[in-house]
Nanobody, 122 residues
Framework: QVQLVETGGGLVQAGGSLRLSCAASGRTFSSYDMGWFRQAPGKEREFVAAIHWSGGSTRYADSVKGRFTISRDNAKNTVYLQMNSLKPEDTAVYYC???????????????WGQGTQVTVSS
């Protein structure tokens, strides 16, 4: 079992930056790929970024490529999402997720966090 808790959301102006963190419990954190997803009001949840369990490879949605960076620290059981050059369309609830093969294919994660709100004002 893996429990995930996101922090770092908030209100930021367009062009600004935020860093989300996701703290995981459980000794198996380092064996899972980790990812970030987001859901805007009235829209389906969508993939944002994923990182291999080793930290050696990543995958991004086209909409955030070049602006967002996913990273992880297995010693701290934490995954991060650095978000730069934020746009109003990035406004959503951001969810941390854990699972297998998330970097190489679009799979449904095994575990989800509760989400953290990110609001970008124009």
């Amino acid at each position: 079992q893996v429990q995930l808790v996101e922090t770092g959301g908030g209100l930021v102006q367009a062009g600004g930056s935020l860093r989300l963190s996701c703290a995981a419990s459980g000794r198996t954190f380092s064996s899972y790929d980790m990812g970030w997803f987001r859901q805007a009001p009235g829209k389906e949840r969508e993939f944002v970024a994923a990182i291999h369990w080793s930290g050696g490879s990543t995958r991004y949605a086209d909409s955030v490529k070049g602006r967002f960076t996913i990273s992880r620290d297995n010693a701290k059981n934490t995954v991060y999402l650095q978000m730069n050059s934020l746009k109003p369309e990035d406004t959503a609830v951001y969810y941390c997720a854990a699972g297998d093969y998330m970097v190489v294919r679009a799979v449904r994660p095994s575990y989800w966090g509760q989400g953290t709100q990110v609001t970008v004002s124009s």
